[in-house]
């Protein structure tokens, strides 16, 4: 395929290494980063041992410097992206009653000022790719929470919904670049996330890969197709 670069935040395991991996099949140069050094560099040794040409970067999106190196070591690395992945997330189980402040604030800004920073450093590049060849893609992680607020996670509720609102304005934004704009709604993933969910078994759950082949159907529709929204749902949900 043609020279393709991508970054996915959140990468170190469950659906954001999912989509790494995929892309890494399909030829996709990749960089990952996620908050944990030693298990991003586990994550991406697995990566680069099945042939993968991929570049860990540490970066906490709660930090905005963070984010600002991160563009700037895929730029300096890769030199374009054609695929930005917005996975990083935290949720954090509580009723609005018994939510402190910091552990609000800690939810708003990764899974939106993050989302929204990362995008912004990243806007730049994305226009350079869609403008080349008219299907860049910015994937924007949200939650069915987003569409439906769930009582026990009205933070994360809150947040994944202005994704949703977030994603929609940047594809008029950047509409007229060749960027797609999709935003991801997916219910319980089988991920380190859903652990403290003891009364659905993981094979039950919707799997990490299901959204990563998304991602690849995204990546194959035409130029003249936009997908605004993804929703995942379990039978029965």
């Known amino acids: 395929m043609p020279d393709r670069a991508a970054l996915v935040t959140g990468a170190s395991s469950g659906i954001g290494l999912a989509i790494a991996h995929a892309l890494g099949e399909d030829g996709y140069r990749v960089t990952v980063s996620a908050r944990r050094t030693e298990k991003l560099e586990e994550a991406a040794k ?3 041992d099945a042939g993968f040409d991929v570049h860990p970067v540490t970066a906490n999106m709660a930090e905005e410097d963070d984010i600002k190196v991160l563009a700037a070591a895929h ?3 890769y ?3 054609d695929v930005l992945v917005n996975n990083a997330g935290i949720s954090i189980g509580s009723e609005i009653a018994g939510l402190g402040t910091k552990r609000l604030d800690l ?10 920073l990362m995008t912004r450093e990243a806007i730049p ?27 026990g996670v009205a933070a994360y509720s809150a ?17 007229n670049d060749g960027v797609q704009v999709t935003a991801f709604c997916p219910g319980f ?5 859903t652990d403290w969910h003891e009364g659905l078994p993981k094979e039950e759950m919707i799997q990490p890969e299901d959204l990563a082949e998304a991602v690849r159907f995204l990546l194959r529709t035409s130029t003249h197709c936009r997908v605004p929204e993804v929703q995942f749902m379990r039978p029965g949900a």
Do not use: C, W, Y
């Open 46 to 48: 697995g990566l680069s």
């Open 75 to 77: 730029r300096e690395r």
């Open 79 to 81: 030199g374009r992206l």
């Open 107 to 116: 939810q708003i800004d990764v899974n939106l000022r993050g989302v929204f």
């Open 125 to 151: 590049m994305l226009r350079e790719a869609g403008r080349e060849h008219g299907k860049a893609l910015l994937l924007n992680m949200s939650s069915i929470a987003g569409k439906h607020g769930q009582p």
């Open 159 to 175: 947040t994944k919904a202005a994704v949703v609102g977030l994603s929609q304005a940047t594809q008029g934004e950047v509409d």
């Open 189 to 193: 993933v089988a991920t380190p996330m």
